[in-house]
Each structure stands twice: as C-alpha cells, then as structure tokens.
C-alpha cells in the first residue's frame, strides 16, 4: 500500500469537488442576475453539462482503462477545466457562455470517475476507506461555500454582492491549477492494458444484461433528474423575495452548506451500513431522501425547516450516488472498472442530469408568476413524484438473493 494513502485520496476528492463548489451553486444567480439571461437559456446553458458528461467520461475513462495512468488524466482534465473557467468568467453574451459552460463540462465529467478509479484501485482491501476518504470532498465543498460566503459578505448590499459572482469562477479556475499539479503525487494507477478489447467501454455496456446493474443505472438516473432541482432551483428559489425564501447571497451561500452536514457523518458509516443492511436497502433508502425533501420544499416554509430538511441531501449522496459506484465496482469486470464508471456517470450525470436541467427550465417558465416569482409548489410537485418512481424500481429492480455480491466491495 503506498505512503499516507487515505489522506492523499483524501486530498485528492477536497481539491476535486471544492473546484466545483466554487461555481455551481451560485452558476443560475451568475446568469440569471449578474448576465440577465431567461428561464429557457438558462436551462439551455445547464444543459451543457450533461451533454459533456454523455461522451467525455466514457473516452477519457476508456483512455485509462487501456492507455494512459488515471493520475496522469487527471492532471491533464483539471489544467483543461481551469482554462475553461477562466473563459466562462469573461463570457459575456448567450453563445459565449454556452460554449464556455460546454468546455467546462467536457474538462469535469471525466474527474469523478477518475478519482473513483484511483480510489477503488488503492482501496480495495480497505473495506472502509472509500468512504473515509470522499468525506473530505464533502469537507472541501462545505470550505468552499463558507469562503464565498464570506466573500460575498465584504459587499454591502445584494447588488453589489451580483456584481462579483465571476470572483467564484476565477477562484474555481486557480484551484482546479492547483488539482492539476497535486494530481500528479497520487499514487500510479496503470492502465489494465487488456488483450482482448480495445474498447473497455464495450465490456462495461454488456453489464446491462444484468438485472441489478439496470436498476442501479435506472434509479441513478432518476436521482440525478431530482439532483439538478437542488444545484439549479435551489438558489433561485432562496433568493426569490416575492415567492421563496428571500435571501440575499450570503445567506443563499451559508444555507446551501446546510446539504453536506450530515454527508459528513454518513461517509464513514457506509461500510457499515452496507454489511448491516444490504445493498438494496441502503439505495433505497437514498432513493427515499428524494421525495421526502421536497414535500417539504413544496410546503415551502417556514425557511429554518426547508433549510433543515437539506440534511437529507446527505442521505442521497452517500446512500444514493456513492454506494451505486460502490455496487457498480463490484459489478463491473476487472479490465472495464474506468469504462462502468463512465457508463454509471454517462447514464446518470449525463442523460439524467439533462432531462433535470430541461426539466427545470421549462417548469420555471410555465410556473412564473406576472408579478414576480414562481409558483414553487408546482415546481417541486415534479421531483417528488420523480424521487418516489425511482424508490419503486430499486425495490423491484434489486433481488434479495444477489444483493451479497454487491456488498463485498465495502465488507
């Protein structure tokens, strides 16, 4: 095992995540206040990140199963994802920032995989580390949000504080630099160089004969629909002062972290929880958080309980997201692990997260208000129903009797 292992990885998922704390929750205020943009262009612009996640995670992902060190990729995605922030913040016009939002995509979907690969890979007879080890991105994007929360709280007034959303880009931009060169110390993740296939990404799609790999995809996918109501209503939503929350930025940013608290102390438990309960039950139970957040955010106050209830953004992401990569590893042939990722983060970040991001644009528009403001209830009536379909497909979807196979990659 090589020296200092877990807080090397431990480092690695700080610097990767903080990079996109440090433009994503504040990205629709940037377009929609700081650039004037409409409900539709602003979905068309989130759009672009999906379609990166489509096709970028699978190439670079295959490139790593086969040819190149996963440190070494990532290093090369991160000086690409720095470039393109730097372009975003200078973007101006609508064609300028859908194409700087698209760049930026194509450099960050391949990064979670990456990390994973490396992780898995260095990990696997640490039956507690992935999860001791991703906590610390969770850390890094909690860090993030409180130092732009900070830094937004040096400008009196919400005016002023719109007027420097591009300092978060430019920031995201430096240290996705600094990932890049700290990437370059992770411990050498080589290529499985397989005889038999070129193309690692085929191996992984003949994993969707089988019935458990389809349901975690499904319901991936669905959780990732639920997820872009979170990154992309939910700062609209907060600042909205004539329908929603009515806060100003520095309060939007302060709430926003409320999400990752408990993600903190879920992350060292999921061994746990996967040896106590199952594979099953601890998706479903991540699938469960979905609709039970927003029936309160279609209640739509008083704001401490809507913010309170954000808590169970944590149960999503270890007991959702991170255990379905967790049961994809264990899934996924030896020579392929990369290219299942990719197939795991095309199906869910990728499809999933654009039928999100369309989805919120188009029910923002039907559901503003002449006034001012939106009808949220009817906004979040649509996760809700989605969260509660996706909760139905893992218990149908996942038999008890093969669940055992999934669990070793944690027990």
């Known amino acids: 095992m090589p020296r200092w292992l877990r807080p090397r990885l431990s480092l690695m998922f700080f610097l990767d995540i903080g990079v996109t704390a440090a433009y994503f929750p504040l990205l629709s205020v940037h377009l929609t206040k700081t650039l004037g943009f409409a409900p539709r262009e602003v979905g068309l612009v989130f759009a672009m990140l999906p379609l990166a996640t489509l096709v970028a995670p699978l190439i670079v992902a295959g490139v790593a199963d086969r040819f ?29 920032v859908l194409v700087s ?46 130092l732009g929360s900070a830094y937004f709280e040096r400008f009196a007034g919400v005016t002023q504080q719109i007027e420097r959303t591009r300092g978060l880009l430019q920031f995201g931009a430096g240290l996705a630099l600094v990932s890049a060169v700290y990437a370059l110390t992770l411990p050498h993740t080589p290529p499985a160089r397989s005889p038999t296939r070129v193309f690692a990404f085929l191996d992984a799609a003949r994993l969707l004969k089988n019935r458990e790999f389809r349901a975690v995809l499904i319901a991936a996918a669905i959780g990732a629909v639920c997820t872009q109501f979170h990154f992309v209503l939910n700062p609209l939503f907060y600042s909205d002062r004539v329908t929603g929350l009515g806060l100003d930025l520095a309060a939007t940013s302060r709430a926003s972290s409320v999400a990752q608290f408990l993600e903190v102390g879920l992350f060292p438990l999921l061994g746990a929880a996967v040896a106590r309960l199952g594979m099953r039950r601890v998706l479903a139970l991540g699938m469960l958080a979905w ?10 106050g008083p704001a401490s309980f809507v913010i309170g209830m954000q808590t169970l953004h944590g149960v999503t992401v270890v007991f ?29 970040a990728g499809a999933g997260s654009l039928l ?18 939106y009808r949220w209830p009817w906004v979040f ?15 149908l979807g996942m038999r008890k009797d093969t669940v055992t196979a999934v669990r070793r990659a944690v027990t």
Request: hydrophobic share 55%; net charge neutral.
């Open 381 to 395: 009536a649509f996760p809700l129903a989605l969260g509660t379909l996706g909760l139905l497909v893992l218990v």
């Open 101 to 146: 939002v698209l760049l930026v995509g194509l450099a960050t979907a391949p990064n979670s995989v990456l990390d994973f690969t490396i992780a898995f890979h260095h990990l696997r007879d640490d039956p507690h580390g992935i999860g001791r080890t991703r906590v610390f991105g969770t850390l890094g994007w909690i860090a993030v949000l409180w």
């Open 320 to 348: 959702g997201q991170i255990a379905s990569q967790v049961a994809v590893d264990r899934l996924a042939p030896a020579d392929a692990r990369a290219s299942s990722q990719a197939l795991l983060s095309a199906t869910a």
């Open 356 to 373: 999100g991001q369309i989805s919120c644009g188009l029910l923002l528009e039907a559901n503003a208000l002449p006034g001012g403001g």
């Open 68 to 96: 190149l060190a996963a440190e070494r990729a990532v290093a090369m995605v991160n000086v690409a994802r720095a470039a393109a922030l730097l372009l975003l913040s200078q973007a101006q016009t609508f064609p300028e």
């Open 291 to 300: 609709p039970l957040r927003y029936a309160a955010y279609a209640l739509g």
